[in-house]
């Protein structure tokens, strides 16, 4: 190598460069670049954009946004905005409560890329170690409600709620439309319930009292939901009531809190139907209000129908024992409008979290932090009672006490603000006082202080602490055990822990050790500073329903963001409420209806969409009750104008919208787009234009301004939010003018509008946000621009290079791609019999994750390197699949069997390689180290081909006895 000259002397600006982070998060360099647009065979990027994108559909104007800035100058000026939230001690209960992070876990989970940056576990072969700590949160979840199968997570205690509402009406006897809501629910729960029910045409009945709760029972209905603990902190013997609803052929939905009932009888021991909550406090920062991991459980008869994804153990063709994701033909990819549910990205980071809390403590220790704090809210009752503050509810309680404080209520709160600590305000006159693990004998003592009129002796701790130990009714205590399974009764020193967490994500592949070009998943770089600011206390510690003067930061981030992700996408209005993309679609449909409601068109339920659409959109329009017709696409991949024109003159009358994903999933910028939005306009329809492939749009075209009405967006793909192997998402739902006050509300937290709320907290997963935020501040135009345009020049190169050996499925007008290409493999079937599958099999030996397989086109690779993705690394994998097409030959040309190959074999695991016996018409080391760079690092598959079937038929979907994995 030449020495570098010495360079000029540069100017104070040069040497302050505050672009620093756009090249940092693209890959391929300037040199890098013009090789690969000379392997495409264009002069520059602008040429070859200008060939890609069409030009009626590019950007009136640039996005106007904050020039780039560096790391640091963006860290201080979030931070700045970080400190006008206001860090008090949170008393509020209402589902969110304090919690310790272990340290062990925090840092090797939350703060791990090898955690959060991988994928949904589709791939089962590269995703054992998330999917153990999955299934741990089954088997956590099942033997805590006592119920016989639970979920891998669902987005928020109330959506969870709402899910469970749907859930029985699919399962139960009942035909009634009614669902009767206890009163003592948390409010959120019943606002998201509601909002859910009603354009489906579920009347939902609240019983504000015994009188009401009894009457209502009495009465018709399909579905109850209770409440144990109630919000209020009361707990009651339900089953009785369980069996009154039963015997109306109705299921019973029970809320419920996974700490309370390591001490409270499990509502599966009363017979419920449906068992709901969060796991937050299992170690998850409140972060005003998500990401958390919520659940659901229910009985057996209704397993072919809960919404959500669910881990089952099955075997490999070795016969092994793993892990893989259980009756997929329940989700929305697979059954489209006839789905249990929408959900597609849920909360897996935050279940692993909850998972390994409980692996951490185990049943002993979860117990002992869960009599710690029944023991202070008895010791905090008989404090405030002393004082001539009596629980309110029959002196029954795990850790929330409420007070009937009636014309002191608010005099009481703003005393309590002013020593630093928030209490609940609820039904007007009483305050909520909800203690947690965070919890200290000081605290409990300023309560007291707090409620001590002047002069009045305070009581103390020790003397409190006399009689009961709890408040928890004696015939309701929790006599079964639980977590009795090893992997929760052995890693309970920190080393022990580690290790185990290192173990499970060393059998995973995740983008800190290769790129994983999923198409339409957007996995792209998550940088680290953008990670930093979501642990720190101002944003971490937050309660989503302290008053609205402690969260000024909060509601900075959350102005800031909307209105950058406005110019991004050039619509008037955005919510950042709704926690996935799903979540957005449903919010962004339900403000489509009210919208046509609103001008007396409530008879326009039709929605068209075209057959490439992703597998949530059917379902989110189911949700709302509107009815799918499908458009077809042309030959060439395209929505299929003639087809579309006959569809709207057709369901005229009835048009409610469309729903168009741009540039569609087949990677394809779509010429014909204006005019189709046109067109669907011209017949009194609006267009959802799914927002999932924004990251070919930002900064060269904008869906509300080439005739989107409404969009989402997923900033878990496009805005850097790491995918978690799973979740968190945050999808915000984008509309038009005319569209905003359409928006989803939230009255739980006084902003009541038509539509309610759609998640449990006012901003979602609040806390994920500055990841979006630091993204756009350090990228800022110019970064985000060459960021798309970088994105689209990757999946260029790639089908160009990929040409001769696999050719790519659709293209655009000029022959190129938008952000990703399809990889067609069809004829392979027919040549030799090796499926897509099987290439993204193999290549789990090559070291990569594999592609977006089967979506949109059967049997095909969808391809989407993003920008992050340097030369080298898209050669590699070019590389690595021009090795495989040389396999696939050698199985044409017969030098194989068709079914006895690297690729039906793959991927390799090293137990099979390194057995005495060996009988492939191939040897070993062309299984392991097809490319010579796998011999100084390889990833090794921890298990074999997964049987899908077997697992399917014979489901489970608990911890495995620990014996199964010995020979
Ligand atoms: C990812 C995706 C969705 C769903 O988003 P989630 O955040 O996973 O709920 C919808 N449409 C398309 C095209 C997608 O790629």
Same mark, same amino acid.
């Given at each position: 190598?030449?020495?570098?000259?010495?360079?000029?002397?540069?100017?104070?600006?040069?040497?302050?460069?505050?672009?620093?982070?756009?090249?940092?998060?693209?890959?391929?360099?300037?040199?890098?670049?013009?090789?690969?647009?000379?392997?495409?065979?264009?002069?520059?990027?602008?040429?070859?954009?200008?060939?890609?994108?069409?030009?009626?559909?590019?950007?009136?104007?640039?996005?106007?946004?904050?020039?780039?800035?560096?790391?640091?100058?963006?860290?201080?000026?979030?931070?700045?905005?970080?400190?006008?939230?206001?860090?008090?001690?949170?008393?509020? !209960?209402?589902?969110?409560?304090?919690?310790?992070?272990?340290?062990?876990?925090?840092?090797?989970?939350?703060?791990?890329?090898?955690?959060? +940056?991988?994928?949904?576990?589709?791939?089962?072969?590269?995703?054992?170690?998330?999917?153990?700590?999955?299934?741990?949160?089954?088997?956590?979840?099942?033997?805590?409600?006592?119920?016989?199968?639970?979920?891998?997570?669902?987005?928020?205690?109330? =959506?969870?709620?709402?899910?469970?509402?749907?859930? #029985?009406?699919?399962?139960?006897?009942?035909?009634?439309?009614?669902?009767?809501? #206890?009163?003592?629910?948390?409010?959120?729960?019943?606002?998201?319930?509601?909002?859910?029910?009603?354009?489906?045409?579920?009347?939902?009945?609240?019983?504000?009292?015994?009188?009401?709760?009894?009457?209502?029972?009495?009465?018709?209905?399909?579905?109850?939901?209770?409440?144990?603990?109630?919000?209020?902190?009361?707990?009651?013997?339900?089953?009785?009531?369980?069996?009154?609803?039963?015997?109306?052929?109705?299921?019973?939905?029970?809320? +419920?809190?996974?700490?309370?009932?390591?001490?409270?009888?499990?509502?599966?021991?009363?017979?419920?139907?449906?068992?709901?909550?969060?796991?937050?406090?299992?170690?998850?920062?409140?972060?005003?209000?998500?990401?958390?991991?919520?659940?659901?459980?229910?009985?057996?008869? *209704?397993?072919?129908?809960?919404?959500?994804?669910?881990?089952?153990?099955?075997?490999?063709?070795?016969?092994?024992?793993?892990?893989?994701?259980?009756?997929?033909?329940?989700?929305?990819?697979?059954?489209?409008?006839?789905? +249990?549910?929408?959900?597609?990205?849920?909360?897996?980071?935050?279940?692993?979290?909850?998972?390994? *809390? %409980?692996?951490?403590?185990?049943?002993?220790?979860?117990?002992?932090?869960?009599?710690?704090?029944?023991?202070?809210?008895?010791?905090?009752?008989?404090?405030?009672?002393?004082?001539?503050?009596?629980?309110?509810?029959?002196?029954?309680?795990?850790?929330?006490?409420?007070?009937?404080?009636?014309?002191?209520?608010?005099?009481?709160?703003?005393?309590?603000?002013?020593?630093?600590? /928030?209490?609940?305000?609820?039904?007007?006159?009483?305050?909520?006082?909800?203690?947690?693990?965070?919890?200290?004998?000081?605290?409990?003592?300023?309560?007291?202080?707090?409620?001590?009129?002047?002069?009045?002796?305070?009581? +103390?701790?020790?003397?409190?602490?006399? !009689?009961?130990?709890?408040?928890?009714?004696?015939?309701?205590?929790?006599?079964?055990?639980?977590?009795?399974?090893?992997?929760?009764?052995?890693?309970?020193?920190?080393?022990?822990?580690?290790?185990?967490?290192?173990?499970?994500?060393?059998?995973?592949?995740?983008?800190?050790?290769?790129?994983?070009?999923?198409?339409?998943?957007?996995?792209?770089?998550?940088?680290?500073?953008?990670?930093?600011?979501?642990?720190?206390?101002?944003?971490?510690?937050?309660?989503?329903? #302290?008053?609205?003067?402690?969260?000024?930061?909060?509601?900075?981030?959350?102005?800031?963001?909307?209105?950058?992700?406005?110019?991004?996408?050039?619509?008037?209005?955005?919510?950042?409420?709704?926690?996935?993309?799903?979540?957005?679609?449903? %919010?962004?449909?339900?403000?489509?209806?009210?919208?046509?409601?609103?001008?007396?068109?409530?008879?326009?339920?039709?929605?068209? $969409?075209?057959?490439?659409?992703?597998?949530? /959109?059917?379902?989110?329009?189911?949700?709302?009750?509107?009815?799918?017709?499908? =458009?077809?696409?042309?030959?060439?991949?395209?929505?299929?104008?003639?087809?579309?024109?006959?569809?709207?003159?057709?369901?005229?009358?009835?048009?409610?919208? $469309?729903?168009?994903?741009?540039?569609?999933?087949?990677?394809?910028?779509?010429?014909?787009?204006?005019?189709?939005?046109?067109?669907?306009?011209?017949?009194?329809?609006?267009?959802?234009?799914?927002?999932?492939?924004?990251?070919?749009?930002?900064?060269?075209?904008?869906?509300?301004?080439?005739?989107?009405?409404?969009?989402?967006?997923?900033?878990?793909?496009?805005?850097?939010?790491?995918?978690?192997?799973?979740?968190?998402?945050?999808?915000?739902?984008?509309?038009?003018?005319?569209?905003?006050?359409?928006?989803?509300?939230?009255?739980?937290?006084?902003?009541?509008?038509?539509?309610?709320?759609?998640?449990?907290?006012?901003?979602?997963?609040?806390?994920?946000?500055? $990841?979006?935020?630091? *993204?756009?501040?350090?990228?800022?135009?110019?970064?985000?621009?060459?960021?798309?345009?970088?994105?689209?020049?990757?999946?260029?190169? $790639?089908?160009?290079?990929?040409?001769?050996?696999?050719?790519?499925?659709?293209?655009?007008?000029?022959?190129?791609?938008?952000?990703?290409?399809?990889?067609?493999?069809?004829?392979?079937?027919?040549?030799?019999?090796?499926?897509?599958?099987?290439?993204?099999?193999?290549?789990?030996?090559?070291?990569?994750?594999?592609?977006?397989?089967?979506?949109?086109?059967?049997?095909?690779?969808?391809?989407?390197?993003?920008?992050?993705?340097?030369?080298?690394?898209?050669?590699?994998?070019?590389?690595?699949?021009?090795?495989?097409?040389?396999?696939?030959?050698?199985?044409?040309?017969?030098?194989?069997?068709?079914?006895? /190959?690297?690729?039906?074999?793959?991927?390799?695991?090293?137990?099979?390689?390194?057995?005495?016996?060996?009988?492939?018409?191939?040897?070993?080391?062309?299984?392991?180290?097809?490319?010579?760079?796998?011999?100084?690092?390889?990833?090794?598959?921890?298990?074999?081909?997964?049987?899908?079937?077997?697992?399917?038929? /014979?489901?489970?979907?608990?911890?495995?006895?620990?014996?199964?994995?010995?020979?």
């Amino acid at each position: 190598m030449l020495m570098s000259p010495p360079a000029p002397v540069a100017s104070l600006e040069a040497l302050e460069n505050s672009q620093e982070f756009i090249p940092r998060h693209i890959g391929p360099d300037a040199d890098e670049q013009q090789k690969m647009l000379a392997a495409i065979g264009k002069p520059s990027l602008d040429a070859l954009i200008r060939d890609v994108m069409p030009d009626s559909i590019a950007r009136a104007r640039p996005m106007d946004l904050p020039p780039p800035i560096t790391e640091a100058a963006a860290l201080a000026e979030l931070k700045a905005i970080a400190s006008k939230n206001q860090v008090l001690k949170s008393f509020i !209960g209402q589902g969110y409560y304090g919690t310790h992070t272990p340290g062990v876990i925090l840092r090797n989970i939350l703060e791990n890329p090898a955690w959060y +940056t991988a994928y949904t576990p589709y791939q089962a072969e590269i995703s054992q170690g998330r999917m153990e700590a999955l299934v741990n949160f089954q088997t956590m979840v099942t033997d805590l409600t006592g119920m016989p199968i639970a979920n891998a997570s669902m987005l928020d205690e109330a =959506t969870a709620a709402a899910e469970a509402m749907a859930l #029985a009406r699919r399962s139960v006897k009942s035909r009634s439309h009614r669902i009767v809501l #206890a009163g003592d629910l948390h409010p959120q729960t019943i606002e998201v319930i509601e909002t859910r029910a009603r354009p489906i045409g579920i009347e939902v009945v609240i019983a504000n009292s015994q009188q009401e709760w009894d009457a209502a029972l009495a009465g018709d209905l399909f579905a109850a939901v209770i409440q144990y603990p109630a919000s209020s902190g009361w707990i009651v013997d339900w089953k009785a009531d369980v069996q009154a609803i039963h015997a109306k052929q109705a299921a019973a939905i029970v809320a +419920t809190d996974l700490l309370a009932l390591t001490l409270l009888t499990p509502p599966g021991e009363w017979d419920a139907d449906i068992v709901v909550g969060n796991s937050q406090r299992f170690g998850m920062p409140m972060g005003a209000g998500g990401p958390h991991a919520a659940f659901m459980a229910c009985r057996d008869e *209704y397993k072919r129908s809960l919404p959500g994804r669910l881990v089952g153990v099955s075997v490999d063709v070795h016969g092994k024992p793993a892990y893989r994701l259980a009756l997929q033909t329940r989700e929305q990819h697979i059954r489209r409008e006839k789905a +249990t549910s929408n959900i597609c990205t849920a909360q897996v980071l935050p279940a692993v979290i909850a998972s390994m *809390y %409980a692996v951490y403590h185990g049943p002993q220790g979860l117990k002992r932090i869960a009599q710690r704090v029944a023991r202070l809210t008895a010791i905090l009752s008989r404090g405030l009672a002393r004082l001539g503050f009596s629980a309110h509810h029959h002196d029954t309680a795990f850790d929330t006490l409420s007070l009937h404080t009636r014309d002191a209520t608010d005099a009481l709160a703003a005393r309590a603000v002013s020593r630093g600590v /928030n209490l609940r305000k609820a039904w007007n006159e009483y305050l909520c006082i909800s203690l947690d693990e965070t919890t200290t004998r000081a605290d409990v003592e300023l309560i007291w202080s707090i409620f001590a009129q002047e002069g009045q002796a305070l009581p +103390t701790i020790e003397a409190m602490d006399e !009689g009961p130990t709890s408040l928890i009714p004696e015939s309701l205590q929790r006599s079964t055990a639980y977590l009795s399974h090893p992997v929760f009764n052995t890693h309970h020193s920190e080393t022990a822990m580690l290790r185990y967490i290192r173990s499970l994500s060393d059998k995973d592949l995740a983008l800190d050790r290769s790129m994983i070009p999923l198409g339409s998943c957007t996995m792209k770089l998550n940088a680290t500073s953008e990670m930093i600011p979501i642990t720190w206390p101002e944003f971490a510690d937050i309660h989503p329903f #302290a008053p609205a003067s402690q969260l000024q930061g909060y509601a900075e981030l959350d102005q800031q963001l909307r209105d950058w992700l406005c110019q991004a996408t050039g619509y008037a209005g955005i919510s950042l409420q709704p926690n996935a993309g799903s979540q957005g679609e449903y %919010a962004g449909l339900l403000a489509i209806k009210a919208f046509h409601e609103s001008r007396g068109q409530a008879h326009r339920n039709i929605c068209l $969409i075209p057959s490439s659409a992703h597998g949530t /959109n059917p379902a989110s329009a189911q949700m709302v009750g509107l009815q799918v017709v499908v =458009t077809q696409c042309d030959d060439n991949g395209n929505v299929d104008m003639a087809d579309l024109k006959l569809a709207c003159e057709k369901h005229s009358a009835n048009l409610a919208c $469309i729903m168009i994903t741009y540039p569609s999933t087949h990677g394809v910028f779509e010429t014909q787009v204006k005019e189709l939005c046109q067109l669907v306009h011209s017949h009194g329809g609006r267009v959802y234009v799914d927002g999932a492939n924004m990251n070919a749009l930002v900064g060269l075209a904008a869906p509300g301004e080439f005739g989107g009405d409404v969009s989402h967006l997923n900033l878990h793909k496009t805005f850097c939010i790491p995918h978690g192997g799973g979740g968190p998402g945050v999808g915000p739902v984008c509309v038009v003018e005319d569209l905003v006050p359409f928006l989803p509300g939230h009255a739980t937290a006084g902003d009541v509008r038509q539509v309610g709320a759609v998640s449990a907290a006012p901003l979602g997963n609040a806390a994920v946000l500055p $990841i979006s935020w630091m *993204y756009i501040r350090m990228m800022g135009e110019p970064g985000l621009k060459l960021a798309t345009e970088t994105a689209i020049l990757n999946a260029n190169y $790639i089908s160009a290079r990929l040409k001769e050996h696999f050719p790519t499925l659709y293209a655009g007008e000029y022959g190129h791609v938008a952000h990703e290409c399809i990889v067609d493999l069809r004829h392979f079937k027919d040549s030799c019999g090796v499926m897509a599958e099987d290439v993204a099999k193999r290549l789990i030996d090559y070291g990569f994750h594999a592609p977006t397989l089967s979506f949109p086109v059967p049997n095909t690779l969808m391809v989407e390197p993003t920008e992050s993705e340097s030369l080298y690394e898209l050669d590699r994998f070019i590389e690595a699949m021009i090795a495989i097409r040389a396999e696939i030959a050698e199985v044409e040309a017969g030098r194989l069997p068709r079914d006895d /190959n690297p690729l039906k074999n793959a991927p390799h695991t090293a137990e099979a390689l390194l057995a005495a016996d060996w009988h492939h018409g191939y040897s070993r080391e062309t299984a392991a180290y097809p490319v010579p760079a796998l011999r100084r690092a390889k990833y090794w598959s921890p298990v074999g081909r997964v049987d899908n079937v077997y697992g399917d038929r /014979n489901l489970f979907c608990s911890c495995v006895p620990m014996d199964a994995y010995e020979d």
